[in-house]
Each structure stands twice: as C-alpha cells, then as structure tokens.
C-alpha cells in the first residue's frame, strides 16, 4: 500500500521504503514559465493524486556549469536511474518521513549547493532516507531556479515583483518552498514550529541570506551552515546584476531592443542557461543573490555585526579542513605541481600584486607531507588551498557564529579523497550516503547524522552516545569541534585564526565582485 498525504496542492501517493516514506518532486509552486519568469513564485494545485515515486527535474542549467553530475550528464535522476532531465518547471520537493505513528517531528529542509548555477535535489548523495530513518526526523530537499532564471537582476525587472525584488527569485523560489513547509509539515507528520534549514556551499549561502530576510524568520527556526556561512561569494551588487543582464540580453539577441525584457521573456532556457560564459570573478561564481535593498539589504555579515539577523536562532556552522583547495587554480595538477611562482601568482591574481608579501607570511609554506598513497603534495600548493579555505569558508563561518544567540563550530578533518577533505566531502557523512564505507567513515557518519538530528530536534547537538560538542560561549575565541574517527575539540582566537584578521581587515575590498585582471583594474 503506498502512502499518501493530502497537501495544500493536492493529494500525493509515495513510496514506502521500510520505516521510511518517500514522496519525490512534488510540486511546491507553478512552473515560472512564460509571465513567471522573473517573477515571484506561485501556489500550484492539480486534481486527482499526484504520483510523487519518482524524482522531479532539475532546474534549468548549463552542462558545462554542472559540478557533481553522472556520466549520463543529468542534472537528476529517477529511483530506477532513468534520466529526468532539466526544466523550467523544477521547484518540486522530496520529503522523507519516518512512517511510525509519533508525536509531531522535527523537520530538516535541505538546500543544495552548486555555485547558485548548478545541483538538483536528486543528487544521490542527499538522499534523506538514512538521515531520516536514524534521526526520527522529517527530510526535504528543495529546488530553486539558477543561473540566469534564478538571479538575473536589473531595475528593468523590479516591476515584476510587487515588493521590487530583482535579482534573488532563487532565494524567492527557497522563501516559498518554506511557506509550503509551514503550510504542508503536518500531512508528513512534521512539526512546522520546528525547522531547521541547511544547506552546504551556496545552499549554506542562501541560508545565510534567510538568516537575514525577516519575512523569511516566521519560517524557520534553526539553522546549519556547511562551507558558506555568507561567503564573499555569496553576493552581487546590482552593477554587477546589471553588467550580467547586458550580457544574457546580448546572449539572447535582445540587446538592441529598446526594452529587452519581453525579448527576454520569450528566450530558450537553454540560451539563458548559458548567457555568462565569461566569468568576470576571480570566485568563479558570476550568479549570486543581488543585494537590491529590497529582498537583500547588505552582506550577511555585515548586518550580523549589526544585530541584524534572525533573533534567538541557534546555529552549526562548520568548514571542512581543505575546502579550498580544488579552487585554486590549475587543481587538481597543481596539487603536486605548484611550485613557489605558482603559490606567488596565486596570491598575485587572487589578491593582488600589493598583497602578496602579506599572504606569504600568513600563509607560509610547510614542509612536505603525504598523501592517502604516499605521495608528497605540493607544499605550496597546500599554502595556497589554506589561504582559499580561510578566505571563503572558515573565516566567514567564525564571523557569522559569533553573531549568533547560541552557536555550534565544526572542521571536518576526516580524509576521503586522495587523503583530503576537500569541499562537499562532508555532505555524504551528514546523509548517510558513503558508498561502501570503512568502519572508521561509517561511525564519523553515524556522529554526524546524530548531532545534525538532535540539534533540529532540540536546538542541540549534543546527546547521549554522541562525543560531546561545546558550543561557543564567551569572547577568549571558539571552541572548535574536529570532525574525524577520533573528533577532539579545540579552542581557536579569532584574531589568530589564520588569515582572518587580515582578511576582516581588508573586508570592504575583498567582498566584492574583484576582476580577473585586479592589477590593471581601476579599484
């Protein structure tokens, strides 16, 4: 017998997996086609049950923009690995709930990271059942429009939005995917007066911006921030909105006209999927939420430091120990082959020419090390991947927690990948989704679902079983918890942590759009 629900949309028919219900791609609001390009997301209904066994499509994306795809090159998958493809019409949702009759749940809402470009909720390695099942927890996984679609910004598009939003309808797409959790929680067993969002990259991103949306706070209690706690990359000002909506008119043989938004309108997806293919940032990440002092008023931290994001909202924002490294340029060739001009023209070009005496003595080059085989990497390359760890991940994660009412800090250190622990490497222990895992990996995974659940749950990751984890209580610095087979925790200062005091200081400069060739710039 296949489990149903009845929803605000309509009634859905899932699939039960052992304790576990799964109901894949169900519609959350219309398909932003045609006059809904651009604009707010709407409500969606449908008569009859909606057959939710399968995963939903991805949101409109370039191929060459996706990061975790298969072999296949599809953005999402169905149970049975059959291709679903990419569509405009993608905001759907999985829900993953435990199927034992309880008391109200605690609810998880997931939302994926890849650039703001690229990523569905049909990933494998976000797979809710085992985070649900261990944890006594409702999972949902949401879509949100990317690329162009999604944060395409220009006062010529204001007016499509009631409130003047322009540039954010992905973060729009993630408010309106939470109203329906609100609205929605019960029918899956869920507690709507206990949600935590989290996302890893720029899903920790956007989650860092509803931190600071107010009509977003009814939303949401609790928040877990995994590699970009309002990263520098996280953001647009709208003269850069402004110079990517030339760029996708032009792409889209619109520019001439005296008002290209309905030549814009009437645009393939697949034309404004691949409108940027110049990346004018050093990040690499041409599309992120515009700041346009309607939805977005101002960099996350900032307005941390003001007193201005969500009260009484505990947090976990974590980092993992070489979240840089494949962000750096020439990666992975570069792992063994930088050599000391390539550390200094990393510093050159990321940072540039003035700054590179500084970055050499707060990031100075070690001694060399193995790797998981044996090898020795580059130790200037791994100067390198920790100057890009501490410039867009653990710095910001620090800046953020200290801002929050309670807050818990995590890095993960466990190596999986040539001996690393490299960007999204956690996201597989916080799911339960290792492939074939040593028994060293599977109980860093049962740790991980276990203080993700509990702090959903009780606003606390701490419980019984489970290593004990400190939050940060007092201004000496944070207490730190090592993530790895043998978690330890620390305490680290942080005006010590490296790179973070320069990078405060140099703020201003560094959180915006900064160009390829910054030498030549005028700043």
Same mark, same amino acid.
């Given at each position: 017998d296949a489990p149903t629900a009845t929803t605000t949309g309509g009634r859905v028919s899932g699939t039960a997996y052992g304790?576990? #219900?799964?109901?894949?791609?169900?519609?959350?609001?219309?398909?932003?086609?045609?006059?809904l390009r651009w604009a707010p997301p709407t409500a969606v209904a449908w008569s009859g049950t909606f057959e939710a066994q399968l995963y939903g499509a991805g949101c409109v994306?370039?191929?060459?923009?996706?990061?975790?795809?298969?072999?296949?090159?599809?953005?999402?998958?169905?149970?049975?690995?059959?291709?679903?493809?990419?569509?405009e019409d993608c905001l759907n949702a999985n829900v993953w709930a435990p199927s034992a009759p309880a008391p109200p749940r605690a609810v998880m809402v997931w939302t994926h990271g890849g650039c703001f470009v690229s990523g569905s909720n049909a990933a494998a390695a976000y797979d809710g059942f085992e985070l649900s099942s261990s944890g006594d927890v409702v999972v949902v996984s949401v879509n949100y429009r990317l690329g162009a679609l999604g944060f395409l910004g220009s006062e010529k598009l204001r007016s499509r939005d009631p409130r003047g939003t322009?540039?954010?309808?992905?973060?729009?797409?993630?408010?309106?995917?939470?109203?329906?959790?609100?609205?929605?929680?019960?029918?899956?067993?869920?507690?709507a007066g206990r949600v935590t969002i989290f996302g890893?990259?720029?899903?920790?991103?956007?989650? @860092?911006?509803?931190?600071?949306?107010?009509?977003?706070?009814?939303?949401?209690?609790?928040?877990?921030?995994?590699?970009?706690?309002? @990263?520098?990359?996280?953001?647009?000002?709208?003269?850069a909105a402004e110079g990517n909506f030339r760029t996708a008119a032009t792409a889209a043989a619109c520019g001439a006209a005296a008002d290209a938004v309905p030549c814009l309108l009437n645009a393939s997806s697949a034309t404004l999927a691949a409108a940027v293919t110049v990346v004018p940032c050093r990040d690499a990440c041409t599309w992120a939420p515009a700041i346009d002092d309607a939805l977005v008023k101002g960099r996350v931290v900032r307005r941390a430091r003001q007193g201005l994001l969500r009260p009484n909202t505990s947090t976990i924002s974590g980092?993992?120990?070489?979240?840089?490294?494949?962000?750096?340029?020439?990666?992975?060739?570069?792992?063994?082959?930088?050599?000391?001009?390539?550390?200094?023209?990393?510093?050159?070009?990321?940072?540039?020419?003035?700054?590179?005496a500084?970055?050499?003595?707060?990031?100075?080059?070690?001694?060399?090390?193995?790797?998981?085989?044996?090898?020795?990497?580059? @130790?200037?390359?791994y100067a390198a991947q920790r100057c890009e760890t501490d410039y867009n991940y653990a710095c910001n994660a620090f800046w953020l927690s200290e801002a929050a009412e309670r807050s818990w800090i995590y890095h993960?250190?466990?190596?999986?990948?040539?001996?690393?622990?490299?960007?999204?490497?956690?996201?597989?222990?916080?799911?339960?989704?290792? @492939?074939?895992?040593?028994?060293?990996?599977?109980?860093?995974?049962?740790?991980?679902?276990g203080w993700w659940a509990n702090f959903a749950k009780a606003g606390d990751p701490n419980g019984a079983g489970l290593p004990a984890w400190p939050a940060w209580?007092?201004?000496?610095?944070?207490?730190?918890?090592?993530?790895?087979?043998?978690?330890?925790?620390?305490?680290?200062?942080? #005006?010590?942590?490296?790179?973070?005091?320069?990078? #405060?200081a140099n703020y201003d400069y560094l959180s915006g759009c900064l160009p390829r060739n910054d030498d030549d710039a005028a700043r």
């Open positions: 304790a576990v #219900d799964f109901f894949g791609g169900v519609p959350y609001a219309a398909a932003p086609v045609g006059e994306q370039s191929l060459d923009a996706l990061l975790f795809d298969g072999t296949a090159r599809c953005a999402s998958r169905s149970r049975d690995g059959a291709c679903r493809g990419v569509s322009t540039g954010n309808y992905g973060l729009l797409d993630t408010i309106f995917a939470l109203e329906w959790v609100r609205d929605n929680a019960a029918a899956f067993g869920g507690d890893q990259s720029s899903g920790a991103g956007s989650v @860092s911006h509803l931190l600071a949306i107010e009509r977003a706070w009814p939303l949401f209690q609790r928040a877990i921030l995994e590699s970009g706690s309002g @990263s520098f990359w996280t953001y647009q000002d709208m003269a980092f993992n120990l070489n979240d840089g490294a494949m962000f750096v340029p020439g990666y992975p060739a570069a792992l063994e082959g930088m050599d000391g001009k390539g550390l200094e023209d990393y510093f050159r070009t990321r940072f540039d020419s003035e700054h590179v500084a970055l050499d003595a707060l990031f100075p080059v070690p001694g060399g090390f193995p790797g998981a085989d044996g090898r020795g990497y580059s @130790s200037d390359f993960f250190v466990e190596p999986t990948y040539l001996g690393l622990a490299l960007h999204a490497a956690e996201i597989e222990y916080v799911f339960g989704t290792l @492939s074939d895992p040593t028994p060293a990996q599977a109980a860093v995974s049962a740790n991980m679902r209580a007092d201004a000496t610095g944070f207490a730190v918890l090592n993530i790895s087979a043998a978690p330890a925790v620390y305490r680290v200062p942080t #005006d010590a942590y490296p790179g973070c005091a320069w990078f #405060d």
